[in-house]
């Protein structure tokens, strides 16, 4: 059983920075970030490999978003710059334990989910 632990959303100005992080139990694995806003279907963000060599964004994030990780601390972050209010939702990490080098944009593959941590973004 992997459990997660997602951390640091809050409240911010357009044009702000915040950073979350997710530290999972059990281990690494490849990692993703989705979020789902009001209203809205969850759609995939950004994902890394297990090792951390293979990064995937959504394109409405590249070039704003960067995900990585410290395995010896099981924990993966998303530093979110340049934030826009668009960006507001429910951030939710996902582990799939079953891929360790090709991380995937379908939520399906992801097989254990985080309980989400609210961004806000105001303009």
């Known amino acids: 059983q992997v459990q997660l632990a997602e951390s640091g959303g809050g409240l911010v100005q357009a044009g702000g920075s915040l950073r979350l992080s997710c530290a999972a139990s059990?281990?690494?694995?490849?990692m993703g970030w989705f979020r789902q806003a009001p209203g809205k279907e969850r759609e995939f963000v950004a994902a890394?490999?297990?090792?951390?060599?293979?990064?995937y964004y959504t394109d409405s994030v590249k070039g704003r978003f960067t995900i990585s990780r410290d395995n010896a601390k099981n924990t993966v972050y998303l530093q979110m710059n340049s934030l826009k209010p668009e960006d507001t939702a429910i951030y939710y990490c996902?582990?799939?334990?079953?891929?360790?080098?090709?991380?995937?944009?379908?939520?399906?593959?992801?097989?254990?989910w985080g309980q989400g941590t609210q961004v806000t973004v105001s303009s």
């Open positions: 996902a582990a799939d334990t079953t891929l360790p080098y090709s991380p995937s944009y379908s939520a399906s593959e992801y097989d254990y």
């Open positions: 890394i490999s297990r090792s951390g060599a293979r990064t």
């Open positions: 059990g281990g690494s694995y490849t």
